[in-house]
């Protein structure tokens, strides 16, 4: 991607977070609080993700228990940085592997991962300004509530999300109901891994991988790599690698996880109003019939009636003929229309030398009808106006 693009992206993202910002404001005290802490929560993340190193990519391996996260952690690093565990008890604690550590404690101490490897460069892959971190993490399934709860919390954090399932475990509904499906809207930065293919007859591998790719479909994942590994054999590793290298060479996953995430709020706010969601008319996106012509003329036409336009006209139609019989008519009308009054002097519009801003016209005042006719004209027009568009 081009700096001009990642600029583009960049100010895109500062757009949809001050609007996201915008909406949340508007919506305090009228939705309820818990969706309200939701988005800020989510506003609050952005901020602190983007004020750190927009230069490193955080990549976390999430998987339940025995999927292989930490042998893969290790088969990508090309090295043994991570314990794989044959027993229990398992990864506890989340453990960073780093290209490129210029820079990342800020990011890592709020990520708070204190266990912390610098890795040592990979042809082709990472080497020191790749700015890629690797986090081996804690199954999401554990029977410890400590270890669910960091893995949640580095689910909404990382910038790519790397799903590590196995051929037993791969179509379980916890990992794709609590999980996959809600972060659909997180396609772009997610990868899933079926690792330990060597335990498949060669013949199945194919199979497995099309109905996981059907399941995620379902999950609204349509679109996400799914990639075959053996983190023992080795097999695949170099496509699971080459895929993470890809999104961190890019640089822009962090906008696309932070974009991601201001769509799901978005959406979750749409939802809570009332709003339609998905489609264009979610999150605001709804588009205002506008001011037609006919409804243009109609408001005209009542402002005039209640200005009392109607009345001058036919005063002056009246005032018009009653000269122009005075001028030309045959002599006997014109000498009758000397003792007609005009219309307009009667409504006192026609005084030689009159001044505006002293002689009051002889119109009727605006009523209280008059004020009624106005504003039904004024709310009608409205009403036509913004029908169709977003409360
Ligand atoms: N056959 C086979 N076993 C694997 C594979 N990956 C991991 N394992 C084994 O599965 C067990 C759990 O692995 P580990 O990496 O600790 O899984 P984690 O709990 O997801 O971190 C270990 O005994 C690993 O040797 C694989 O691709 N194939
Ligand atoms: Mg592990």
Redesign the pocket.
């Given at each position: 991607m081009s700096r001009h693009a990642a600029a583009r992206e960049t100010s895109q993202l500062d757009r949809r977070l001050e609007a996201l910002n915008s909406a949340t404001e508007l919506a305090s005290g009228v939705l309820p609080e818990e969706i309200l802490a939701g988005v800020l929560q989510v506003l609050d993340r952005a901020s602190s993700r983007r004020s750190l190193s927009g230069d490193h990519t955080v990549v976390g391996?999430f998987?339940?228990?025995?999927?292989?996260?930490?042998?893969?952690?290790?088969?990508v690093s090309g090295e043994e940085i991570?314990?794989?565990?044959?027993?229990r008890p398992?990864?506890t604690e989340p453990l960073a592997g780093i290209w490129g550590v210029q820079g990342s404690d800020a990011l890592l101490d709020w990520l708070e991962v204190r266990k912390r490897h610098a890795a040592a460069p990979i042809k082709g892959f990472a080497d020191d300004d790749t700015g890629l971190i690797l986090l081996?993490l804690?199954?999401f399934d554990s029977t410890r509530a400590a270890n669910r709860e960091i893995v949640q919390r580095m689910v909404g954090l990382v910038d790519v999300l790397v799903w590590?399932l196995?051929p037993q475990k791969y179509a379980d509904a916890a990992v794709h109901n609590d999980f996959l499906a809600p972060l659909s809207s997180h396609g772009a930065v997610t990868i899933v891994v079926l690792?330990?293919?060597?335990?498949l007859p060669e013949h199945e591998v194919r199979p497995v991988l099309e109905s996981l790719t059907a399941i995620l479909a379902r999950d609204g994942l349509g679109k996400v790599q799914v990639l075959g590994?053996?983190?023992?054999?080795g097999?695949g590793v170099d496509k699971v690698r080459a895929a993470i290298r890809q999104v961190a060479m890019q640089r822009k996953a962090m906008s696309q996880r932070l974009a991601a995430d201001v769509t799901l709020a978005a959406a979750r706010l749409a939802e809570a109003s009332g709003l339609p969601t998905g489609g264009t008319t979610a999150a605001g996106g709804g588009t205002a019939a506008g001011a037609t012509a006919a409804a243009k003329a109609r408001l005209a036409g009542e402002l005039a009636a209640a200005a009392n336009v109607p009345l001058v006209v036919d005063a002056v139609a009246r005032s018009y003929r009653l000269e122009a019989t005075r001028r030309t008519g045959w002599p006997v009308t014109r000498w009758l229309a000397r003792f007609r009054p005009d219309p307009l002097r009667r409504l006192n519009l026609r005084r030689e030398g009159a001044k505006p801003e002293l002689n009051r016209t002889s119109l009727p005042p605006a009523g209280a009808p008059e004020q009624a006719r106005t504003d039904a004209a004024v709310r009608e027009f409205a009403e036509a106006a913004s029908a169709g568009a977003p409360g």
């Open positions: 391996f998987g339940a228990t025995g999927s292989g996260k930490s042998s893969l952690f290790n088969a991570a314990t794989a565990a044959v027993r398992t990864t081996d804690p199954d590590v196995d690792n330990q293919i060597d335990r590994a053996s983190a023992v054999l097999t």
